[in-house]
């Protein structure tokens, strides 16, 4: 995980920043808010995000910590800590702002993410639907 240092952190001139980045977020077009993922975040930063985003779906698809930690390869408390935060409703909002289509696609990619850990031929599908 990434650490941040926690001076100043708590500094109202942050809070009013982040909201000012929240405006800035929401403003952005479909074809120009990938810049901001791709040129903000580190590749670790970027991979986290997804983890913890496909993490969210997992657990909203009823798949267990134990499942979610296996496949997305990351630490079981990693993974309980999340499952945590899902079970108290904290991905709600995030949860239900995706379209179905979209939903879809992403359960489907999953889906191969965990056959592909014991199936050549899952592996093949997830390399072909990748590339």
Do not use: H, W
Not at 2 to 20: C, F, P, R
Not at 48 to 59: E, H, I, S, T
């Amino acid at each position: 995980m990434t650490n941040v240092s926690k001076l100043n952190s708590k500094n109202k001139d942050y809070k009013i920043a982040y909201q000012q980045l929240l405006s800035v977020i929401a403003n952005l077009q479909k074809d120009t808010s990938r810049y901001l993922i791709d040129e903000l975040l580190t590749e670790t930063e970027q991979i986290m995000l997804v983890k913890r985003f496909a993490a969210a779906y997992m657990y909203s698809q009823d798949y267990s910590p134990y499942r979610v930690s296996q496949t997305l390869s990351i630490s079981t408390s990693t993974a309980n800590r999340l499952y945590q935060r899902y079970t108290e409703g904290e991905f709600q909002n995030l949860l239900g702002c995706i379209p179905q289509k979209k939903a879809n696609e992403f359960l489907l990619l999953l889906e191969d993410l965990i056959l592909a850990q014991v199936s050549p031929r899952a592996r093949a599908r997830l390399l072909n639907r990748v590339l």
